[in-house]
C-alpha cells in the first residue's frame, strides 16, 4: 500500500507532498546476469518530498532470503553539476542477520560469499561519491566456493569510498577483530562489466597462526590433519 498527501513546509510556496509505504516490496537489480535483492514488507515514511530542502525518510524492510533492514536519515536538497542533477543523502544503516547468499546481496561482485551479516554504520552520498563505514559481524563466513562456514563469528570495523563516474573505490579500513590480536586489510576495487577487481593487502598485528589458521577453511584453504 502506499499513500501520498501534502504537507506545509516553510521553504516552499506550495505545500510539499509526503510518501507513506506500507507493505510494500522493492526489487534491486545489478544488470540482467544476476538475480535480484528482494526486499519485502517494506514500509517507508517520507513526510516531506521537497526538491529545496533536506527531508528525513525511514525505510525498514525484511530481505528475502533471511534478514532485516532499517535506515533512517536525510536526502537534498537537489543540486545541479551542469545540467545533471545529484540528489546528496545519508543514512543510518542497521542491518541484522542477512543472508549475504540466499539474498544475492553480493552475487555481482563477489559471488562466491556466504554467511549471516549483521552492521551497523552510516551511509552518505555527496550525489559524485558515496561513503559507508560502521561496524559488522559475520556468522559462517565463507569466502570462497567449497569453503567450508568460519565457526567463530567475525567481527569487522571498516570505511570505504566509491567514485560513480569511474566505478572504483577505495577501502581505507577493514580491522578483524580476532580472539587474539587483529588484521587489517587495505586497498582499492573497481567495478566493470567484467566483474570486480581488487588489489588489497593484509597486516596481521599480534595474532598467533593459530588463530588466522582458523580462517583459512572460510576462504577454501583445507586444514592438514
Known amino acids: 500500500d ?9 521553504g516552499d510556496a506550495l505545500p510539499a ?3 507513506r509505504v506500507t507493505r510494500g516490496i522493492l526489487v534491486v537489480r545489478v544488470g540482467d546476469r544476476y538475480d535480484p535483492l528482494l526486499l519485502h514488507d517494506l514500509n517507508v515514511d517520507a513526510p516531506r518530498l521537497s526538491t529545496t530542502m533536506q527531508n528525513p525518510v525511514s525505510v525498514s524492510a525484511s530481505v528475502q532470503g533471511g534478514g532485516s533492514l532499517q535506515l533512517r536519515g536525510y536526502w537534498g536538497p537537489v543540486q545541479w553539476q551542469g545540467r545533471a542533477p545529484t540528489i546528496p543523502w545519508n543514512v ?37 561519491d558515496l561513503q559507508v563505514k560502521g561496524n559488522g559481524e559475520f556468522q559462517k563466513l565463507k569466502l570462497a566456493v567449497g569453503g567450508a562456514p568460519s565457526i567463530e563469528p567475525l567481527s569487522v570495523a571498516f570505511a570505504l569510498g566509491y567514485n560513480y ?61
Open 165 to 225: 563516474a569511474t566505478h572504483s573505490g577505495t577501502l581505507s579500513r577493514c580491522d578483524l577483530r580476532l580472539n587474539r590480536g587483529s588484521a587489517g586489510v587495505r586497498g582499492r576495487f573497481a567495478i566493470d562489466d567484467d566483474g570486480t577487481k581488487v588489489k588489497l593487502t593484509v597486516e596481521a598485528l599480534g595474532a598467533p597462526v593459530t588463530t588466522l589458521a582458523g580462517l583459512l577453511p572460510a576462504a577454501g584453504v583445507p586444514l592438514p590433519p
Open 2 to 10: 502506499a499513500i501520498l498527501a501534502t504537507a506545509q513546509t516553510k
Open 17 to 19: 507532498p509526503a510518501l
Open 92 to 128: 543510518l544503516v542497521n542491518a541484522t542477520k542477512v543472508a549475504i547468499a540466499n539474498s544475492n546481496l553480493m552475487m555481482a561482485i563477489a559471488p562466491a560469499v556466504d554467511g549471516l551479516m549483521s552492521i551497523d554504520g552510516t551511509a552518505e552520498s555527496t550525489g559524485a
